[in-house]
């Protein structure tokens, strides 16, 4: 979960890992998966920054290990 901050200045936590493209329209345009957009304060690479440490810390990036043990 990325914590972001809506135009009006109230903050909202969105699921990640249902962003499908994060777009400038100027303002920030996130549309998720199943349609819905959110409009936010934050620049296309602060939402990417927030969204790759999401996916870092939730080991989501880490490749397979193949065959023996971790060193």
């Known amino acids: 979960m990325i914590t972001l901050t809506r135009l ?3 903050s909202f936590t969105l699921n990640a890992l249902y962003i499908e ?3 400038a ?10 349609g ?3 409009v936010v ?6 939402v ?11 080991n989501l990036l880490s490749l397979p290990h193949e065959g023996g043990s971790i060193s």
């Open 8 to 10: 009006n200045g109230k």
């Open 41 to 46: 304060k934050e620049t296309v690479d602060e």
């Open 21 to 23: 493209t994060v777009e």
């Open 48 to 58: 990417d920054s927030l969204t790759l440490s999401f996916f870092q810390k939730a």
């Open 25 to 34: 329209f100027p303002d920030t345009t996130i549309l998720l998966t199943n």
């Open 36 to 38: 819905r957009r959110y």
